[in-house]
């Protein structure tokens, strides 16, 4: 199975800040990587998708970069309702994994 | 809008059966692969099952090989999914959700999500 590492597992910001996740898949994956973002209590929401497409309806501050086994989530200003989990998700092959979360608290 | 919506969720015992359903609307339910994720309590997302358009594929994590079952019902734009022979360990959130496109790709919509509680 392919492991998927995030980093860091949380992180404390201020709104506006530059705030950057990274995805660390265990083999070769191409761009069949997956942003999510989850709320507390609610489903995860598609952000980004193959790495860097952007979902449609999500605000342009999320973007996404990387291919091979290397990849960053960013949002480039932190906004309120931006406070959440943040999971990657490897689409190369089955079974389809998940990495740990980045949690993003208000500092 | 695209919806879905799960139900059948609830509290069982070890070794007990139960059978989630997803009902999907706003799209055409037919031409697309659908996935079941779950969700332990306070942990990540954990990929379980997921079938092709027609059903005649279907993929699972090995934790659940042999003891779920997931099936689809595209008359009535139903995805289901059978759980038998349950375990403590798959107390979870369950979340239907569509696949976007392509055999193995991102799901771009999602259920509210169906509890299990596994317990004695």
């Known amino acids: 199975d392919i492991q998927m590492t995030q980093s860091p597992s949380s992180l404390s910001a201020s709104v506006g800040d530059r705030v950057t996740i990274t995805c660390r898949a265990s083999?070769?994956?191409?761009?069949?990587l997956n942003w999510y973002q989850q709320k507390l209590g609610k489903a995860p929401k598609l952000l980004i998708y193959?790495?860097?497409s952007l979902q449609s309806g999500v605000p342009s501050r999320f973007s996404g970069s990387g291919s091979g086994t290397d990849f960053t989530l960013t949002i480039s200003s932190l906004q309120p309702e931006d406070f959440a989990t943040y999971y990657c998700?490897?689409?190369?092959?089955?079974?389809?994994?998940f990495g740990g979360g980045t949690k993003v608290e208000i500092k | 809008e695209v919806q879905l919506v799960e139900s059948g969720g609830g509290l069982v015992l070890p070794g007990g059966s139960l059978r989630l359903s997803c009902s999907g609307s706003?799209?055409?339910?037919?031409?697309?692969?659908m996935t079941w994720v779950r969700q332990a309590p306070g942990k990540g997302l954990e990929w379980v099952a997921n079938?092709?358009?027609?059903?005649?594929?279907?993929y699972y994590v090995d934790s659940v090989r042999g003891r779920f079952t997931v099936s689809r019902d595209n008359a009535k734009n139903s995805l289901f999914l059978q759980m038998n022979s349950l375990r403590v360990e798959d107390t979870a959130v369950y979340y239907c959700a569509k696949d976007s496109g392509r055999k193995l790709t991102a799901f771009d919509y999602w259920g509210q999500g169906a509890l299990i509680t596994v317990s004695s």
């Open positions: 193959d790495a860097s």
């Open positions: 083999q070769r994956i191409s761009s069949y």
């Open positions: 706003g799209f055409t339910f037919s031409s697309y692969w």
């Open positions: 998700q490897q689409s190369y092959t089955i079974p389809l994994t």
């Open positions: 079938i092709k358009k027609d059903g005649s594929e279907k």
